[in-house]
């Protein structure tokens, strides 16, 4: 039987109140939701009237913080055994498949000079290849010209004409081909900064808007770590909140 102490140290311990412990995150997020109604009932586009009122607001304002934190405290229990997980699954495929440094990234970069090396040697080959054929191309059509203009009355000369003439054809078809086939390298095109104020100029013009949000960050970054003069900027201070 229950006896009255057990009673008064567990209100629960009755018969009929069994209920199931509370949730601690459902408690703390229930109290957080119960603020913030509370907040609305102040935050209702109206300033703050006079002292007292200020109070209220104060403290209103101190305990939603402090619900915030409680319940950020609470996350991090519930995160941290998803973290040591995380973690451990992070530190097992790292070493093969993380970018830039895993194995898989190290051995394609080694593997992709190779390849690179190789593929620009060949194309080069084949660049050298088309230019000679190209400029044999070039004599035998000069050569067909030659003799087609002097095989005039000639039959014979004039069939051994037409056949340079076909010989330059088939050249300058193969040096065509050669130079459209793969080579297993792509073109990357990149930009290379050389004149700073023509840059300036052009990326203003193209986009004004993200150029001065640019501008903006820069400054706000230096101000917030106490520089007080920043060109073209106006710096003003304003009070808010702690």
Not at 129 to 141: D, N, P, T
Not at 190 to 201: F, N
Request: glycine fraction near 4%.
């Amino acid at each position: 039987m229950t006896d009255i102490n057990t009673i008064a140290a567990n209100p629960r311990a009755v018969i009929g109140n069994n209920q199931p412990p509370v949730d601690p995150i459902d408690e703390a997020l229930t109290a957080i939701s119960d603020l913030y109604d509370e907040a609305k009932n102040f935050a209702d586009g109206e300033p703050i009237a006079n002292q007292a009122m200020h109070d209220t607001v104060t403290a209103l304002y101190d305990q939603i913080h402090e619900a915030g934190k409680a319940a950020d405290e609470l996350r991090k229990i519930e995160k941290a055994p998803l973290d040591e997980k995380i973690d451990a699954i992070q530190k097992r495929f790292n070493p093969f498949i993380q970018p830039k440094k895993g194995k898989v990234d190290l051995a394609k970069a080694s593997l992709g000079e190779l390849l690179a090396a190789w593929r620009k040697r060949v194309a080069e080959e084949k660049a050298a290849l088309v230019e000679a054929a190209r400029k044999e191309a070039e004599r035998l059509a000069n050569v067909a010209r030659e003799a087609l203009a002097a095989s005039q009355g000639n039959l014979e000369a004039r069939e051994s004409a037409e056949l340079l003439v076909k010989e330059a054809a088939a050249v300058e078809r193969f040096a065509k081909s050669t130079a459209k086939g793969p080579t297993g390298l792509r073109s990357v095109w990149r930009a290379e900064l050389v004149d700073e104020e023509k840059a300036l100029d052009w990326a203003y013009g193209r986009s004004p808007e993200e150029f001065l949000a640019l501008c903006q960050s820069q400054a706000d970054t230096v101000v917030r770590s106490g520089m007080r003069m920043v060109p073209g900027f106006k710096v003003f201070e304003t009070k808010v909140a702690a």
